[in-house]
């Protein structure tokens, strides 16, 4: 399994919490990104973490409210959203960067291998 697989979205009420997960395995990623896009916008950074979890970073946009974590035993890098607003409506991605030696840039042609997504939905 190359594709990352994504779990954990869902809808929520403003304010909300939820926690996506996502399996990357079967190559070797220096870096772990969460991206998210909503009808009619470009994909937007919003999280990522090298391997073994030494640096993050996280975008203006949802700092102070989400946290992106992992677990190299399981392979699996988390998002955990707190706070959440209905501007955070947006189908969810998990991409893998196997190629560079860091975790440098939000820019998705950097990304190598993507996840098909998963939907979060947040009501006012």
């Known amino acids: 399994q190359v594709q990352p697989v994504e779990s954990g979205g869902g809808s929520v009420q403003a304010g909300g919490s939820l926690t996506l997960s996502c399996v990357a395995s079967?190559?070797?990623?220096?870096?772990l990104a969460w991206f998210r896009q909503a009808p009619g916008k470009e994909r937007e950074g919003v999280a990522r973490i090298t391997t073994g979890g030494s640096t993050t970073m996280i975008a203006d946009s949802v700092k102070g409210r989400f946290t992106i974590s992992q677990d190299n035993a399981k392979n699996t890098v988390y998002l955990q959203m707190n706070s959440l607003k209905p501007e955070d409506t947006a189908r969810y991605y998990c991409a893998a960067d196997p190629i560079s030696r860091g975790c440098f840039t939000f820019s998705p042609g950097v990304y190598t291998y993507w996840g098909q997504g998963t939907q979060v939905t947040v009501s006012s």
């Open positions: 079967g190559y070797t990623s220096n870096c």
